[in-house]
Every structure is written in structure tokens, then in C-alpha cells.
């Protein structure tokens, strides 16, 4: 009896033996992956809420300027002394995509440091719509985009495009519908000086298609709404076909279908001189008939 009882309790070692390091090693796997997810999500969680604070903070000095009835571009240099770089790699694309008008220079090299804005005057309640988006956590795949590739990436669609504006700022704003002549559209004789021979190159196919005296108003002047639409019609790429339309080819293209009605005036005509001809024909031989009987 005693030799079974001590049989039982061997046997029951030996089962313990062996299962006890599955479960150990079981539970410290469970516990392991559980507890290594669960520090993942709060690590990450913690860098998003960092990052949010860090796009509310630029958010909250637009919205000082806000109450005061300032532009983004009177805020630009308390932008750039509050925020470190660091903090602009974070957050500056978002805040452009959600509607913060950074202006990038054609002309200078990328300066992160000194971030420029647009002269547009803040709205209050546009900079609270766009902190609730990001204390909501809808513009968290927005943050830590490459600063640099956004900006630079379209620098020559944006250079195209800042040319036709300086055009309309410059020329067509400036312009005057003559009194004698209402089909006729006067710009200042050396209007053309402030543009760069490739500038030039740019805008002449933009100015023939706006020789439109529908911008103008009845005494003549350009007209003031139609020169803002147009500026922003210019900026969304409404007008890139021709910003981007070469002059020897529009004027190629120009000649050709000058040439085609031409061509098909000069056919129509002959054809109906032919009918005329064919009608006299037949009218003459009608009488000859008649004659006859």
C-alpha cells in the first residue's frame, strides 16, 4: 500500500515535471506579448500626444494674432522663435494641409528657420476648427511628413504659377479698356521690364488669353473682384495649361487652324459656286426647252 501511494506521488512529479515549465513559459509569453503591445501603444500614444501640444502650441499663437485682427504674416517671426526646428519637422506640413498659408519662396533656398506666411488676415474660428481636428486625432498621419521634399517638390509648378500671378498683380491689373476703342485693351507701354526673359516666356500665352475685356469694368479699370478670382484661379492650377503652353507651340497650333478655316472657307466657296453654276446650268437648259416646243 505504502509502495503505491509513493508510485502515485512519483508519477505525479513526473506529470509536474514537465508541465510546469509549458505554463510558466506560456503565461510569460502571454504576459510578455500583452506587456510589450500594451508599452508599444502607450510609447506611441504618448510620442501623438507630444506631437498634437506641439501643433496646438503653433496653432494657439495664430490665434493670439486672431484677437487682434493680424496676419499669418505678423506672426511669422513669433512662429519661428517659439518653435525649434525639431518641432517645425513635426508639425509644419500638417498645419499647411489644414489650412496654414506658408509661403515658400521660388527664388530663395529652403530656410526652416525662418518660415514665411502669407499676408492674410487669421480667422479666430478657422484656427479653433483646426485645433479641434487635432486634439481629435484626425491630422495624426499628417505629422512628421518630410518638410523639405513637400515644400521643394512642386517648387517648379509653384514658380509657373507665382509668374502668372505677378502678371495679373502687375499688368493686367494695371491695364485700361480705351474709351474710343471698347475692344481695346491698354497696358502701361514698358510693362514688360519687370519679368525675366524666361518670366516672358511664361505669361505670353497667359496674356492673349486673357485679353478679355470682360475683366474690365464700364469706366475702364480693371476690375478689382475679377483680378482676386483670377489670382486665385491662377494659384489652384485652373490656368497651368497655358502657364505651361510654349509660345512657338501655341502659335504653331494657331497657324494650323488659321490655315485649316481657310482652307475650308476656300472649299466651301468653290462648292458653291459649283451649285450656282450647276443651277444656271440647269435653269438655262429648262429654258431652251421651252423655247423649243
Known amino acids: 500500500m505504502i509502495m503505491e501511494t509513493v508510485g502515485a506521488i512519483q508519477e505525479t512529479y513526473d506529470i509536474w515535471s514537465w508541465l510546469l515549465p509549458l505554463i510558466s513559459g506560456a503565461i510569460g509569453a502571454l504576459i510578455g506579448t500583452y506587456g510589450g503591445s500594451y508599452f508599444l501603444h502607450w510609447k506611441q500614444e504618448k510620442k501623438i500626444k507630444n506631437v498634437r501640444s506641439m501643433a496646438v502650441k503653433a496653432l494657439d499663437i495664430f490665434k493670439e494674432y486672431a484677437q487682434h485682427k493680424k496676419s499669418y504674416a505678423d506672426s511669422a517671426n513669433e512662429f519661428n522663435t517659439k518653435l525649434n526646428v525639431s518641432e517645425k519637422r513635426a508639425v509644419v506640413v500638417a498645419l499647411h494641409k489644414i489650412g496654414i498659408p506658408f509661403e515658400i519662396s521660388t527664388k530663395d533656398d529652403f530656410d526652416i528657420k525662418n518660415l514665411r506666411l502669407k499676408d492674410i488676415i487669421i480667422d479666430r474660428d478657422e484656427i479653433d476648427a483646426m485645433i479641434q481636428q487635432i486634439e481629435k486625432g484626425n491630422c495624426d498621419n499628417l505629422f512628421f511628413i518630410d518638410i523639405e521634399s513637400y515644400f521643394t517638390s512642386n517648387l517648379r509648378l509653384n514658380a509657373v504659377r507665382n509668374v502668372g500671378k505677378k502678371y495679373v498683380e502687375e499688368v493686367q491689373s494695371k491695364s485700361r479698356v480705351e474709351k474710343d476703342a471698347p475692344n481695346t485693351i491698354v497696358s502701361q507701354p514698358d510693362w514688360h521690364k519687370v519679368f525675366s526673359p524666361g518670366e516672358l516666356q511664361i505669361i505670353f500665352v497667359l496674356r492673349i488669353q486673357l485679353a478679355n475685356t470682360a475683366y ?78
Open 216 to 293: 474690365f469694368l464700364p469706366d475702364g479699370n480693371a476690375d478689382p473682384v475679377k483680378m482676386k478670382t483670377l489670382i486665385r484661379e491662377i494659384e489652384i492650377g485652373l490656368w497651368d495649361n497655358y502657364l505651361f503652353w510654349e509660345y512657338e507651340s501655341y502659335q504653331n497650333i494657331r497657324a494650323q487652324h488659321n490655315l485649316a478655316n481657310i482652307i475650308q472657307n476656300a472649299v466651301m466657296g468653290q462648292q458653291m459656286m459649283n451649285i450656282g453654276t450647276q443651277m444656271n446650268n440647269e435653269k438655262g437648259s429648262s429654258d431652251n426647252s421651252s423655247t423649243n416646243n
